[in-house]
């Protein structure tokens, strides 16, 4: 990693593919493993907060570092206030995953230092994953040429999971956790609590210690109970 870098960009643990429930997107983990490997060169997702691309991103890059590639992950959204010339070397890592382009788009600093990266990582044979909330048509770039480069790959649209999808994701959650989860539980969260996957997985880690403290299942009883 480059000197430069302020962040310590290390993966957070537990986003596998094995913990993406696929239900709505069920191609997509398979294209994301051929660009981990590298027989893909570029691939950009776009979709709403909440929908999986962060965890998707580090998954990927998880799956690679399995293989033996290194990758580096960069969150936009928490580098916005850094200079742009933090990215400067990067195109040495085989992998490179960009999270929350949006966060950058429209700034004309950030949009060039951006676009010299990706003509550095291509030249050097480095392996390129986006996401953003929008697709790279969409994005208010200053900079056209930053935008055509974006589209030259795949670009998916990921679609939010549904309610019988965000209760397999808890269910996937606590047996992670070393939970059981009663699916009444898993139903009633999906149904009166937060629709954000994330949101959703936080409240299940509360829940685990709650239930730790009282020395309780997480019946829907006691889930009611504490978050009702």
Known sequence: MTAQL????HLPPG???DDFVADANPALPAQLKALARGETEQLYLHGPAGSGKSHLLLATLD???GLGREGLYLPLAELADQPPALLEGLESYPLLACDDLQAVAGRREWEETLFHLYNRARGAGAHLLFAADRPPGALPLSLPDLGSRLAWGAVHAIQPLDDPGREE???RHARRLGLELHPAAARWMVTRCSRDPRQ????LQRLDRAALAAGRRLTLPFVREQLG
């Open 169 to 171: 994701l808890l269910q």
């Open 200 to 203: 959703l997985t936080a409240l």
């Open 63 to 65: 799956h690679a570092r």
């Open 15 to 17: 986003c596998t593919f």
């Open 6 to 9: 302020p962040l310590a960009l």
